[in-house]
């Protein structure tokens, strides 16, 4: 069995030493890089940040959300310690179930 988490039920993440906002259905998953692009759309360079950790901090894996109107915020997945989340609307797994 595993803690299934679905990324657009997380109110909050515990990273840095506090707990910070994630704005409804903001949050997500991907690789952990900083890119240079120029218009349109195109990106000249691009800087995997996961080679500047150690292998087995898995650092290539990045979370970034919203954390108000046109202010995010990005850090390497193994940042964050903890997740708040809220199941909407939805049936609690079986193993809720007393």
Same mark, same amino acid.
């Given at each position: %069995?595993? $803690?299934? $988490?679905? /990324?657009?039920?997380?109110? *909050?993440?515990?990273?840095?030493?506090?707990?910070?906002?994630?704005? /409804?259905? *903001?949050?997500? $998953?991907?690789?952990?890089?900083?890119?240079?692009?120029?218009?349109?759309?195109?990106?000249?360079?691009?800087?995997?940040?996961? =080679?500047?950790?150690?292998?087995? @901090? =898995?650092?290539?894996?990045?979370?970034?959300?919203?954390?108000? /109107?046109?202010?995010? %915020?990005?850090?390497?997945?193994?940042?964050? @310690?903890?997740? @708040?989340?809220?199941?909407?609307?939805?049936?609690?797994?079986?193993?809720? %179930?007393?």
């Amino acid at each position: %069995m595993s $803690i299934a $988490i679905d /990324p657009s039920d997380i109110t *909050s993440v515990f990273a840095l030493g506090q707990w910070h906002y994630v704005a /409804p259905n *903001s949050f997500v $998953i991907d690789a952990y890089e900083l890119v240079r692009a120029t218009p349109p759309h195109r990106c000249d360079d691009v800087v995997p940040l996961g =080679q500047f950790y150690s292998d087995e @901090k =898995q650092a290539h894996m990045g979370a970034r959300w919203l954390v108000g /109107p046109g202010v995010e %915020m990005a850090l390497p997945l193994f940042e964050i @310690k903890a997740y @708040k989340f809220e199941r909407r609307n939805r049936t609690p797994p079986d193993e809720y %179930m007393v």
